[in-house]
T-cell receptor, first 113, second 112 residues
């Protein structure tokens, strides 16, 4: 969905490096989410934000941090990347009351060597 | 612990044939369920939503059913097309804490 963009789309980095994944949206939604997707597993929530001043941990937040710079921007950082953080990362937005209708970005494929 | 189980994990069908994907959930109390389609290399896109009171809902060639008593949902694809090749993800939300639970998905491959 072009309304939700992620950069970079692909990234290879080394163990111990700091890396930031960025997400921007033009949908005007207050709710933004970061997920990771691994083969054979469902999407798992890392962090979510209901507005600029509201940041919440998801089920797998260890090793990650986020920043909500504006309503339209939500960044995910890996302070010291490790190989088991190799995954496909998705950003999503929502304006539904229960957050069930989500609009996903195209994903960032991250490889940590 | 995954509260949403999808089956089969993958399937291959011939173009023009029908198929049915299953989603069993233990999320309780149940609120809503949504099916997403994820094309390779892209983010998931919503197909349809099922609420507690709905049994069947269609979106073109996609028909979703819900049995809230047995906690099962299915997604039926009619007259499959090559463009239906994708992963189909079942997502359930609890009315207790509004947390989303994602299934691992069923990968459908449609062959000519």
């Amino acid at each position: 969905d072009a309304d939700v963009t992620q950069t970079p789309r692909n990234r290879i980095t080394k163990t111990g490096k700091r890396i930031m994944l960025e997400c921007s949206q033009t949908k005007g939604h207050d709710r933004m989410y970061w997920y990771r997707q691994d083969p054979g597993l469902g999407l798992r929530l890392i962090y979510y934000s209901f507005d600029v001043k509201d940041i919440n941990k998801g089920e797998i937040s260890d090793g990650y941090s986020v920043s909500r710079q504006a309503q339209a921007k939500f960044s995910l950082s890996l302070e010291s990347a490790i190989p088991n953080q190799t995954a496909l990362y998705f950003c999503a937005t929502s304006d539904s009351w229960d957050g069930l209708e989500q609009y996903f970005g195209p994903g960032t494929r991250l490889t940590v060597t | 612990k995954n509260q949403v189980e999808q089956s089969p994990q993958s399937l291959i069908i011939l173009e023009g044939k029908n198929c049915t994907l299953q989603c069993n959930y233990t999320v309780s109390p149940f609120s809503n369920l949504r099916w997403y389609k994820q094309d390779t290399g892209r983010g998931p896109v919503s197909l349809t939503i099922m609420t507690f009171s709905e049994n069947t809902k269609s979106n073109g060639r996609y028909t979703a059913t819900l049995d809230a008593d047995t906690k099962q949902s299915s997604l039926h694809i009619t007259a499959s097309q090559l463009s239906d090749s994708a992963s189909y993800i079942c997502v359930v939300i609890s009315s207790n804490d509004y947390k989303l639970s994602f299934g691992a998905g069923t990968t459908v491959t449609v062959r000519a």
